[in-house]
């Protein structure tokens, strides 16, 4: 078994990957990746912290099960909404596509 160490040093290793990305990426799609690592990153914080409690309970589990749930339908929304805006503009780069807006 793993100490509580690693998980949470594996978290934040996801997390700061997923901020590096968000903060260097310029495509839609990558940043869509890099956010759902760190949305990652901090599902399993929460399953971590939730395994270790005194009283055990299924809460925690559960809650991650739902947000996974969310998470796939919210990439669900952002792919489609991704796809239009390559149709209407040709390019995924989010600096072209804010130029554009106006």
């Known amino acids: 078994m793993m100490s509580l160490f690693w998980y949470i040093a594996v978290a934040l290793l996801l997390a700061g990957i997923g901020v590096y990305g968000l903060l260097t990426r310029r495509n839609l799609i990558r940043i869509l990746i890099t956010v759902e690592i760190m949305f990652n990153a901090a599902l399993l914080l929460l399953l971590t912290m939730a395994s270790i409690s005194a009283a055990y309970k299924p809460t925690g589990i559960v809650l991650a099960l739902l947000a996974i749930s969310l998470a796939s339908a919210e ?25 554009s807006r106006g």
């Open 75 to 99: 990439v669900g929304v952002v792919v489609s909404i991704a796809i239009l805006m390559f149709r209407l503009k040709r390019s995924l780069d989010v600096y072209e596509i804010m130029e």
